[in-house]
């Protein structure tokens, strides 16, 4: 499989020239399949981009949502295959306590924030309420789980063909404990992350500054690393970058971080327009 970053930035979109190395669109992320098939995760601002390729070249996207904060659904009315009559879109995301997924999305996709509903898309939509028992879309399994963050917010684990992909953008694996990490079972987003040959992980503060937002829902790069750790996996991809960074400040912290801490695996910093290729 082929994971593309489309957005890496967190909490607010930040183009700029002082951001034009990591990318200022907010997360998006594309996997490709041998075989064609098409997952999206996160519908940030990225997603334009993104559904511009698909447009002509597949005739299916799966969109995987982990949450519907608006950094993560923005680019969702300005997503391509909505508007393809013959396109078959399947959207999976995480309902409420009290609202249906349709709902949720139709609050967004209605106006006054958005001149068309979400009814009035003319592609085959179907949507589809998450965490679920696990999906299989072409040749991927994808399994799904709620993990810490405010609001219903789920982690994505995708595998092909003995590798694995785990997508956690917005994740606080650390909330209320003062010596992270704890054992497996008492660690959110454990089970989704284990043995990993990537996984893309929220890292948006500092060790410094993550007491000051215990809470907001984000991890340090610290806690990112000892989660991975933890988890196993073969490499990380730093994810969510705080929309404050420019890539100035994101190279020193990053480069600063990982010489202190020497992880036993790569610590890839999330860039927008990477792709990684996942093969035996």
């Given at each position: 499989?082929?994971?593309?970053?489309?957005?890496?930035?967190?909490?607010?979109?930040?183009?700029?020239?002082?951001?034009?190395?990591?990318?200022?669109?907010?997360?998006?992320?594309?996997?490709?399949?041998?075989?064609?098939?098409?997952?999206?995760?996160?519908?940030?601002?990225?997603?334009?981009?993104?559904?511009d390729?698909l447009?002509?070249n597949?005739?299916?996207?799966?969109?995987f949502?982990?949450?519907?904060?608006?950094?993560?659904?923005?680019?969702?009315?300005?997503?391509?295959?909505?508007?393809?009559?013959?396109?078959?879109?399947?959207?999976?995301?995480?309902?409420?306590?009290?609202?249906?997924?349709?709902?949720?999305?139709?609050?967004?996709?209605?106006?006054?924030?958005?001149?068309v509903?979400?009814?009035?898309?003319?592609?085959?939509?179907?949507?589809?309420?998450?965490p679920?028992?696990?999906?299989?879309?072409?040749?991927?399994?994808?399994?799904?789980?709620?993990?810490?963050?405010?609001?219903?917010?789920?982690?994505?684990?995708?595998?092909?063909?003995g590798?694995?992909?785990?997508y956690?953008?917005?994740?606080?694996?650390?909330?209320?404990?003062?010596?992270?990490?704890?054992?497996?079972?008492?660690?959110?987003?454990?089970?989704?992350?284990?043995?990993?040959?990537?996984?893309?992980?929220?890292s948006?503060?500092?060790a410094?500054q993550?007491?000051?937002?215990?809470?907001?829902?984000?991890?340090?790069?610290?806690?990112?690393?000892?989660?991975?750790?933890?988890?196993?996996?073969?490499?990380?991809?730093?994810?969510?970058?705080?929309?404050?960074?420019?890539?100035?400040?994101?190279?020193?912290?990053?480069?600063?971080?990982?010489?202190?801490?020497?992880?036993?695996?790569?610590?890839?910093p999330?860039?927008?327009?990477?792709?990684?290729?996942?093969?035996?």
């Amino acid at each position: 499989m082929k994971v593309t970053l489309w957005g890496t930035r967190g909490s607010l979109a930040t183009p700029g020239p002082e951001t034009e190395r990591y990318g200022g669109n907010t997360s998006c992320v594309e996997v490709r399949g041998d075989d064609g098939t098409a997952l999206v995760l996160d519908a940030g601002t990225g997603l334009r981009r993104l559904g511009d390729s698909l447009v002509g070249n597949v005739k299916r996207v799966d969109l995987f949502l982990t949450h519907l904060h608006m950094d993560h659904i923005q680019g969702l009315g300005f997503f391509a295959p909505l508007f393809v009559p013959d396109m078959e879109v399947h959207i999976y995301g995480p309902s409420s306590t009290t609202l249906s997924l349709q709902v949720r999305l139709a609050r967004y996709l209605s106006p006054p924030l958005f001149p068309v509903r979400l009814r009035e898309v003319p592609c085959k939509l179907t949507l589809h309420e998450v965490p679920a028992e696990n999906i299989q879309v072409g040749e991927f399994e994808i399994s799904s789980r709620l993990v810490c963050h405010p609001g219903p917010t789920v982690g994505y684990r995708i595998t092909a063909k003995g590798k694995t992909v785990t997508y956690l953008p917005d994740h606080e694996p650390a909330l209320g404990l003062s010596n992270f990490p704890l054992t497996p079972d008492w660690t959110s987003g454990y089970p989704l992350a284990a043995d990993a040959d990537l996984l893309i992980h929220d890292s948006q503060y500092t060790a410094e500054q993550y007491p000051n937002h215990i809470g907001w829902g984000h991890s340090s790069l610290v806690d990112a690393i000892k989660f991975a750790k933890l988890a196993n996996v073969k490499q990380l991809v730093v994810f969510h970058h705080d929309p404050a960074n420019n890539d100035e400040y994101l190279d020193k912290f990053i480069a600063d971080t990982v010489s202190r801490m020497k992880p036993p695996f790569d610590v890839l910093p999330g860039t927008e327009g990477t792709t990684y290729n996942l093969s035996n």
